[in-house]
């Protein structure tokens, strides 16, 4: 959650108000969710432009973000031996499974927005769920994401681990030893020599973002190595299968394994916690019918700039670890325990290494670790400030004030516009929510409640500016608060976010006879459908059951 939410604002090219839709076509990746909006559709502050006025923009924003920062939004606990903050319903575990499958999904140069100009956000991934932001393109396009198994191995095929590190001498070595991403030093080189190991070797550097994220990398590294292993057994090499050919069937089956057991976690776990059920039910069949019917392979940018960064909303103050007293660290520190911020301190010890039945549901009690509910609220900064010199008056507050100024630059549509756009294709797809059935009533919904929760930040005319117009990614947080009492997305959020990742789930291929050979061999009768079924399947394959830290 740190480098797509960095400090230092990027200039960004300047285009037209369609260029986004048309000129680049589907090489620029992302577009307007159901049509680009018009001037006057898109989000407005006070009836204006939010790049007419930059720097007032970036103020009220920042006033906004820190309003959702400060003010804790919960007061009566959902289950009473829980937190008013969590979130029964969601462990804690979701939160950064979002993460990867955002990564997978949206990947974008542009590390900060700049409100000065219209932001071009250009998306560098293929949205099909194929888990390229952990194969990349394979060994051959990303070999420093792959291992060297053997003595002068041609082929890497398994996915790079590290050793773990210890706190002191006398802790126990880690067994089996390799329980972190693989690391490395950058030498040194031609910039400025930083000392311990500065590099992650993955394929996609946000999954060093937090040591939640780079250990549930993990997961899916240990799942693909133990396929790999199993294959090896099972389908040895065969008549005049060549050594290329050979090593490339077993890494190709591996990964179209673990494709098709992501994406089935994705579709019948996942989404199941995150969406309204009345949008689920709309989506989650053979043959859904989408609001935006185009298929072209294009992300929303009310998607990537706003929906699907719920996912903050949902981060703990704290986590714990393993199953002690010991191994609690709060979020700031989690933040920035990683090879960019903490190489020193890399690779992770034993403190880091994460029991995953504290942060899925296991159902032998040991979930700790719930989500907070979904809301117009924020734990702390999320992002320590951690760098050389002080931020200066224009960097953004925390990384709400990030997402509000992302949706601000990318001129996502203004909320009451939206939701019209959607009645005139399908009335029936808003029908379950009270605000969007009836529009006039979020104005005083949201100025009430900016009214309430006001602790003497705002300036006279920020309330009546926000509840007019509110930002579609606050409008987000607060329909899941209003409407759902923050277990899971109201109807607007559910609808933005399953359109975007139910026609990624549609474009599964069929998967290989072999394939779903290995799959029926290492299930053993018990399909893998959630995320604690893949965990228990990456512990027996890659020998983690009596692992030390446990791993389960």
Not at 3 to 18: K, M, P, T, W, Y
Not at 115 to 125: L, P, S
Request: glycine share 6%; with cysteine; hydrophobic share 40%.
């Amino acid at each position: 959650m740190n480098r797509h939410a960095g400090g230092i604002v990027f200039q960004s090219l300047e285009v037209g108000e369609d260029d986004q839709d048309t000129q680049a076509g589907p090489a620029n990746g992302l577009r307007h969710f159901i049509r680009t909006p018009r001037a006057e559709e898109r989000y407005r502050i006070s009836g204006r432009d939010p790049l007419e006025n930059p720097a007032a923009s970036r103020d009220l924003l920042g006033r906004l973000a820190k309003i959702m920062m400060r003010r804790e939004v919960w007061s009566t606990p959902l289950d009473p031996n829980l937190k008013p903050w969590e979130n029964p319903h969601i462990p804690g575990g979701y939160t950064y499974l979002a993460q990867i499958v955002a990564h997978d999904i949206v990947q974008s140069a542009v590390l900060a927005p700049d409100v000065n100009r219209r932001a071009v956000f250009r998306n560098h991934r293929d949205p099909k769920l194929d888990l390229d932001t952990l194969y990349s393109g394979g060994p051959v396009i990303c070999p420093h994401a792959y291992a060297v198994a053997e003595d002068n191995d041609l082929a890497r095929i398994k996915l790079a681990l590290g050793v773990s590190g210890k706190t002191k001498t006398n802790v126990p070595d880690a067994v089996p030893p390799l329980r972190d991403i693989s690391r490395t030093t950058d030498g040194p080189g031609n910039g400025f020599p930083r000392e311990g190991l500065t590099e992650a070797r993955v394929a996609d550097p946000r999954n060093d973002d937090n040591a939640i994220i780079s250990q549930l990398l993990t997961v899916f590294i240990h799942l693909h190595n133990g396929l790999v292993d199993w294959i090896a057994k099972e389908q040895p090499v065969r008549p005049h299968e060549s050594y290329f050919e050979h090593k490339q069937r077993l890494f190709t089956t591996a990964r179209d394994c673990v494709e098709i057991l992501f994406r089935r976690v994705v579709r019948r776990d996942m989404m199941t916690r995150f969406l309204h059920p009345d949008v689920r039910a709309r989506y989650d069949k053979a043959d859904p019918v989408y609001l935006d019917p185009r298929r072209d392979n294009r992300v929303s940018l009310e998607f990537a700039q706003a929906a699907f960064r719920f996912g903050h909303a949902m981060v703990r103050p704290d986590y714990k670890m393993a199953d002690n007293d010991l191994d609690v660290h709060s979020i700031d520190n989690t933040l920035i325990t990683n090879s960019a911020r903490r190489p020193f301190e890399m690779p992770m010890n034993e403190t880091w290494i994460i029991q995953w039945p504290l942060f899925f549901d296991f159902g032998d009690g040991l979930l700790h670790n719930h989500s907070r509910r979904i809301g117009p609220n924020l734990s702390g900064t999320l992002e320590p400030i951690t760098l050389p010199t002080p931020p200066n008056e224009d960097d953004p507050v925390n990384l709400g004030h990030r997402d509000l100024m992302r949706s601000a630059a990318a001129g996502v549509w203004s909320v009451g516009a939206l939701i019209e756009a959607i009645r005139q294709i399908d009335e029936t797809a808003l029908e379950a929510s009270q605000l969007c059935k009836d529009p006039a009533g979020i104005e005083p919904a949201v100025r009430q409640w900016l009214t309430d929760i006001d602790i003497g930040i705002f300036l006279d005319g920020d309330v009546d500016a926000l509840a007019k117009d509110p930002p579609l990614p606050f409008y987000v947080l607060f329909e899941a608060f209003h409407e759902c009492d923050g277990r899971h997305l109201g109807v607007l959020g559910s609808l933005l976010v399953a359109e975007t990742i139910y026609k990624s789930l549609d474009v599964a291929k069929t998967p290989a006879a072999d394939v779903e050979q290995v799959l029926d061999g290492v299930q053993q009768g018990q399909e893998v459908s959630t995320m604690p079924d893949l965990i228990r399947l990456t512990s027996r394959l890659a020998g983690l059951d009596e692992a030390t830290p446990p791993f389960i």
